[in-house]
């Protein structure tokens, strides 16, 4: 089992720029895939970004492609999610998850992650 504990949220201006980091505790980071997620008052919890356990393969939803950037550091047991152009629409709580590993090409599957952190809340300003 893995424990994800989320940080780096906060209050910016639309087209600034925050980075969230999830600290993993537990089993060994390198055996799980990890995601971040959002969901926005009265929305669905949705995939955001996903990386796989050695970082070699990415995922990106539609609306933050360009604009949002995975990356694992497995030394540091820790998961980033820079977030660059940020607009109102992605005002969230965002949460870390993690999955075990996989090799089939199921990055984006927001069901198959089991384990959850907090979430941490971002808010974009207009």
């Known amino acids: 089992q893995v424990q994800l504990v989320e940080s780096g949220g906060g209050l910016v201006q639309a087209g600034g720029s925050l980075r969230l980091s999830c600290a993993a505790s537990?089993?060994?980071?390198?055996?799980?895939?990890m995601g971040w997620f959002r969901q926005a008052p009265g929305k669905e919890r949705d995939i955001v970004a996903a990386?796989?356990?050695?970082?070699?393969?990415?995922y990106y939803a539609d609306s933050v492609k360009g604009r949002f950037t995975i990356s694992r550091d497995n030394a540091k047991n820790t998961v980033y999610l820079q977030m660059n152009s940020l607009k109102p629409e992605d005002t969230a709580v965002y949460y870390c998850?993690?999955?075990?590993?996989?090799?089939?090409?199921?990055?984006?599957?927001?069901?198959?992650?089991?384990?959850w952190g907090q979430g941490t809340q971002v808010t974009v300003s207009s």
């Open positions: 990386i796989n356990w050695s970082g070699g393969s990415t």
């Open positions: 998850a993690a999955r075990p590993r996989s090799p089939f090409p199921t990055l984006g599957r927001g069901s198959l992650y089991n384990y």
């Open positions: 537990g089993r060994t980071f390198s055996s799980y895939d």
